[in-house]
């Protein structure tokens, strides 16, 4: 019986639904019979007190920044919860240069009204200080529903939307402030078809240094070393005590949401340790784990 056109309509429609749902659930058995390779879905999760939230990659890696920063300025774990929940609400965590008016990046921060120049708004680094320079002036912050807080500084005509984003924003923010150890994990493709580097004159790669550079961008200077002969490794030493612990699970978190960005494939830290090969496995023990040392490893290259 020949098909109408709505009736053509409605079978395009239910073999597209169909498609998506083998994609979703059988991917693997499907990929598997073609002979192909299974697909990965990237994602980064934070556990935290039973409750799972999930970003992908590129999400994580700046949420990992607003955390860092928030470590380095020596602000409470409620400031990242509440500079999270803010990006989620404002740009889904994504440093977009479009938005409502002339608002861009991350938190929509305006340039008419006197947030900084596009340029500036656009740097993630510059945009996360902005916020929390009007944040830490609101007396009692800590105290107020993550609603109230973000409104005072972001005066948005939406406000109650950003309580929404509390349960993720808190995951996140206690796994990315090291209050959280192996809460955070990503499940990342391969890091892909690259070029063996050379060490430089400082003993690293320029793939590890760049980890370096972005690491010390969020969190200050580090005291770091080579620690592998063909430079792929960084140690980072901690300092001791309770907050030397809760920062090298910062940096140690804060280099797993980045190791999409950053090709990085290990990262180690008071005897557990990430990998990337096998990230389905989450945080396992590590055959060695330097005391008071952060080791991060970026791929060698082919």
């Given amino acids: 019986m020949a098909l109408t056109a709505r009736g053509r309509r409605t079978r395009v429609i239910v073999v597209a639904v169909a498609a998506v749902a083998v994609v979703g659930t059988g991917a693997a058995l499907l990929l598997a019979a073609l002979g192909g390779t299974v697909v990965v879905t ?15 990659p590129d999400q994580a890696a700046n949420a990992a920044t607003i955390a860092a ?15 999270i929940a803010t990006a989620i609400q404002e740009s889904k965590l994504r440093n977009i240069d479009y938005g409502d008016r002339d608002s861009v990046g991350l938190f929509q921060q305006r340039p008419s009204q006197g947030w900084g120049t596009v340029e500036e708004i656009m740097d993630p680094v510059y945009a996360i200080n902005a916020f ?28 109650g939307a950003y309580g929404d984003h509390e349960p993720e924003g808190r995951a ?50 580090l005291d770091a070393a080579p620690a592998s002969d063909d430079g792929t490794t960084l140690a980072i030493t901690t300092p001791d005590g309770d907050a030397g612990t809760r920062q090298g699970w910062s940096l140690t ?12 494939v290990r990262v180690v830290v008071d005897s557990q340790q990430w ?28």
Avoid: K, M
Wanted: with cysteine; net charge negative.
């Fill in 275 to 302: 990998q990337r090969g096998s990230s389905d496995e989450g945080w396992v023990a590590a055959e060695s784990s330097p005391s008071g040392e952060v080791l991060i490893e970026v791929a060698a290259g082919t």
């Fill in 172 to 221: 996140f923010a206690s796994a990315l402030t090291g209050y959280s150890t192996a809460a955070l994990t990503c499940r990342l493709r391969t890091a892909g078809d690259l070029t063996v580097q050379e060490v430089a004159g400082n003993g690293v790669t320029p793939r590890a240094q760049a980890v370096l550079d972005a690491a010390q961008l969020a969190y200050g200077d």
């Fill in 132 to 159: 929390y320079d009007v944040l830490v002036e609101i007396e009692g912050y800590q105290a107020l529903e993550i609603t109230d807080a973000a409104q005072r500084v972001q005066r948005s005509a939406f406000p």
């Fill in 253 to 264: 978190q804060w280099a797993v949401a980045s190791a999409d960005a950053l090709d990085v």
């Fill in 42 to 56: 990237e994602r980064c999760t934070a556990t935290v007190e039973g409750g799972e939230h999930s970003l992908a």
């Fill in 69 to 83: 920063i928030s470590v380095q300025r020596g602000l409470p774990a409620r400031a990242a919860t509440i500079g």
